[in-house]
Structures are given as C-alpha cells and as structure tokens.
C-alpha cells in the first residue's frame, strides 16, 4: 500500500506550506506531510517554497537578501481566498514543534537557492538532530546539500529528488549513501519502480492530483504518493 503524503500541507486547499494546509492535512488524517525549508538573510529557517516572493506573498525580493523581521508579518494566505487573510510564514522551529505535539510525520525538502550548503545544512542539523528520525525524511534535488546533511544527520532518511530518474542513478544512490528516490510521477515507469526497489531503496513520487495517475500509481506499488489534494485520496 502506497502512503499518502499531502504536498505543501493539503494546498490544493489550503495555502501551500501554512498552518492552516498543516491542519488540513492533520484534519483529514494523513500521516505524512511533504514541505519546503529556506533560509533567510539572517540564519533563520523557515517553511517557504519559492525563491522569492511575489506568487505567494507581496514582493519581488529574494528570501536569501530578506530578513526573517521582513518576511514574519507578510501575508502568505489571502492569494488563495480571504478566508485565509492573515496566515503567517511558519519557522521550521515552530512546526518541528506542531509535528511533535500532533506525532505528524514530516518529508522535509531542502531549497538550495543559493544558499551557503553548509551553512544550511548544519542550521537544519542543530534543529532536528533531536527529533524521531522514524517521522522525518530529508529531501533535496541538490546532491551537494544531501551529501552535507547525510554527513551532519547520519540517522536520519535522506532522499534524492530528480524529475526524471537518471541512467546512473545506481552508482549514484550508492555514492551518495540514500535510502530513497522522490521522483515525478508523469516520467516514472513501472520496470523503473521494480529496479530501484529490488535494490532496497524506497520510490516515492510528486506530485499526483489525478484519479487515474493515482491509482496506477498505487498498483505499481511506489512506496509514497505525495498530492495536494490528500482530501480526495485518504482511505483511512
Ligand atoms: O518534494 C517533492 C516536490 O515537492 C518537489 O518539487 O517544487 O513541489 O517543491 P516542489
Ligand atoms: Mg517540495
């Protein structure tokens, strides 16, 4: 049985990566949440997606040149509805605490833009090495940021992302010392799925909002399916 995963909290919904996605996600009964960590000018870690701001948030400027005092009071909700005016950029301090009261696990995907790969790895270190590593994974398309947090977080999950799986991706699982591949659903083949398993690594895929791609999904036997809609796929 494939786990379900809701994607930026259940942001089909809810604005992506918010409080209000997080318990939406929670309310529907999902045990796993998939999110986005950046950093901000001054060190803090926080819950945003995008490079920059404008799509989300009133901005153009980008989240590494901003402070997080410039980011806290933004308004991260009203683009998705007025029901959600006054949603608040979450930090990752504060929803390592929200998934430890409510025992929500977490696939936290690092962002890489730019940012100083050990800095931030060891940033993220410090906060989670105290954390259940059964519910967290860590995720990156970057291969330099995971080789960074396998090093500083060696009991935890690590995960490469890739849009498409690449010819060496044996050499590199090894290499890299991975336990799994998040990988997008519209490129992946079932004879892809049985090769990464039969080689003891775990497939997961982005990001599947579609009925039929999600039940052939599940057939093929991924291991996570990661949607922002888990409202419509929760069986219980
Ligand atoms: O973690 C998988 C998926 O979230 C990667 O793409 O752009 O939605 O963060 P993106
Ligand atoms: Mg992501």
């Known amino acids: 049985m494939s786990v379900l995963c809701a994607h930026r909290g259940a942001s089909g919904n809810f604005p992506e990566n918010t409080m209000s996605a997080f318990n939406g996600a929670r309310s529907v009964g999902v045990k796993w949440i998939e999110t986005d960590i950046s950093l901000t000018s001054d060190n803090q870690l926080i819950i945003f997606h995008d490079n920059k701001l404008g799509r989300t948030a009133r901005g153009e400027k980008k989240i590494s040149n901003l402070e997080f005092q410039d980011l806290k009071n933004l308004d991260i909700g009203i683009w998705k509805g007025k029901e959600f005016k006054g949603e608040r950029i979450v930090s990752l301090n504060q929803l390592l ?140």
Do not use: C
């Open 97 to 236: 605490l929200w998934q430890e009261k409510h025992k929500i696990s977490i696939n936290y995907e690092i962002k890489f833009q730019g940012l100083d790969k050990v800095r931030v790895t060891s940033l993220i270190a410090q906060e989670i090495k105290s954390a259940d590593p059964n519910k967290i994974i860590i995720s990156s398309f970057s291969e330099d940021i995971l080789k960074q947090s396998i090093h500083n977080l060696p009991n935890f999950e690590h995960a490469l992302i890739a849009e498409r799986l690449p010819g060496s991706w044996k050499k590199k699982s090894m290499e890299l010392n991975i336990q799994a591949w998040h990988l997008n659903a519209k490129n992946i083949t079932k004879k892809m799925i049985n090769d990464i398993q039969s080689v003891g690594l775990k497939v997961r895929v982005y990001t599947v909002n579609d009925k039929t791609i999600f039940e052939k999904m599940t057939v093929w036997g991924v291991d996570m399916i990661m949607s922002d809609y888990p409202e419509s796929f929760y069986i219980g």
